[in-house]
């Protein structure tokens, strides 16, 4: 093999990741900001709520409270419904919230003063921080948002590996060069960007999977299944459509005696297990059915359920963090650290960073790109990717199936394209024929 050999190989494969960088990069770049920006506001939830509240959402501390039944029929009465769900705060001069449901099958969110069940107002379910929660998921869009969310997310990490290596090649650069009006500032602004928030940002989308569409429902579905999540229980319906940790979403809840405990006395049994003083109470769905009272999502350690029979007022289940397979709590762990709740302030900051690394790489990106001019112009990637890098995108492909999905639509259509070139060229060539 010649000298020059080994470099003709290293500059093609460098071109071949530059073409699967900048294909991701077009295809998701859009995804990106949108879950930057909406995921950086749901960072401040608390702060966001009491300012956008501020009139409903204060109260006089210190006054004593009244029955859970007693809260649930005056606010029942008041928004004309049924309530299904009460939440108390930790903030003691926060009001409490509670979930109702009406006869028409619309659902709203109270904000409730617990010392005389008074009503400040309504909103929708979550309020407006559900809202850009939705927002972030896409969920909004149905399925089809969702899909797009997990192809963002698998494209993210083959974003931030391809720009490792690019930058590796490329002199390791760990400086700002030139004027904001040369391409050489904002490749390198780029560059230095994708460097120091590169690994928070691949955290923040593997952490982001579980909740995604195929690959989230696959792995809960095989977690639960192994019995990594929590603790088998009796088989019932599943309590969906209540704030859970992960774990928990997809198991069956266990199920019990007709309801003749009040909410009053489940609480109890539940406090009686140490629940924290910031709780959700679930009224029973069904005959049969048990409350359910939960600890606020917080720190992972923190995750704590309990079942109280609405019969008998047994714990039919107690489930808490150390009662999770190994393989749930490390989801867990994932996920409170991926929304700042898992380490304090400092937690928040660092993922505040990471939003904002990442906003700014959706900026420098087409910044960078039309400075580079014509020459800018770049193909989709095809066969001459070369066989080590296409084996590692295989094995990216089918951990995240819709992203590699994505990647063979970019293949076929860039081998499509290559074989449409070359034919034109072909065409071209050949000598006209006279008559």
């Known amino acids: 093999m010649s000298p020059s050999r080994p470099a003709a190989i290293a500059a093609e494969l460098q071109r071949a990741v530059w073409r699967w960088h900048f294909f991701a990069g077009v295809l998701v770049l859009p995804f990106l900001l949108w879950l930057a920006v909406t995921g950086a506001l749901y960072l401040y939830k608390p702060e966001i709520e009491r300012h956008f509240y501020a009139e409903w959402i204060h109260v006089a501390p210190g006054k004593p409270t009244l029955p859970l039944e007693t809260i649930a029929s005056r606010v029942g009465a008041a928004v004309g419904g049924t309530v299904t ?24 969110m109270a904000f409730v003063d617990p010392a005389d069940g008074h009503v400040f107002g309504t909103t929708n379910p979550g309020g407006i921080m559900q809202t850009v929660k939705h927002l972030h998921s896409l969920a909004l869009a149905g399925w089809v948002g969702n899909w797009m969310i997990e192809i963002a997310a698998g494209w993210s990490i083959v974003l931030v590996v391809s720009g490792l290596y690019l930058w590796w090649g490329r002199g390791r650069t760990v400086s700002v060069r030139g004027g904001a009006g040369g391409r050489l500032f904002w490749r390198d ?63 069956a809840m266990p199920m019990g005696g007709m309801r003749r405990v009040t909410a009053d006395q489940a609480l109890a049994a539940a406090r009686a297990h140490g629940m924290a003083p910031d709780w959700t109470l679930t009224w029973p769905a069904a005959a049969n059915a048990p409350y359910l009272v939960s600890a606020t999502l917080g720190p992972a350690g923190a995750a704590h359920v309990v079942y109280v029979d609405a019969g008998s007022g047994r714990v039919v289940q107690d489930a808490r963090f150390g009662d999770f397979g190994r393989p749930a709590q490390v989801i867990e762990w994932s996920a409170a650290v991926h929304q700042g709740k898992e380490y304090g302030e400092a937690n928040r900051l660092v993922m505040l960073f990471a939003c904002a690394a990442l906003a700014l790489l959706t900026i420098t990106a087409p910044v960078m790109w039309w400075k580079r001019g014509p020459r800018g112009r770049t193909n989709l990637p095809d066969a001459r990717t070369g066989a080590g890098l296409l084996a590692i995108m295989g094995v990216a492909g089918i951990v995240f199936p819709l992203t590699g999905l994505t990647m063979l639509a970019a293949l076929a259509y860039g081998r499509g394209s290559a074989w449409a070139r070359q034919a034109s060229r072909a065409r071209n060539s050949c000598p006209s024929s006279t008559t």
């Open 85 to 108: 769900q009460v939440q108390k705060p930790l903030i003691l001069d926060e009001s409490w919230r509670a979930t109702v449901r009406r006869p028409d099958g619309t659902i709203r």
């Open 189 to 251: 602004l780029h560059a230095v960007t994708g460097l120091f928030g590169g690994g928070l940002i691949l955290f923040l989308a593997v952490s982001g999977m579980p909740w995604s569409a195929v690959w989230g429902k696959n792995i809960q579905a095989g977690v639960a299944g192994a019995g990594w999540g929590r603790p088998a229980v009796p088989s019932g319906d599943p309590h969906a459509g209540h704030d859970l940790p992960w774990s928990m979403e997809q198991h």
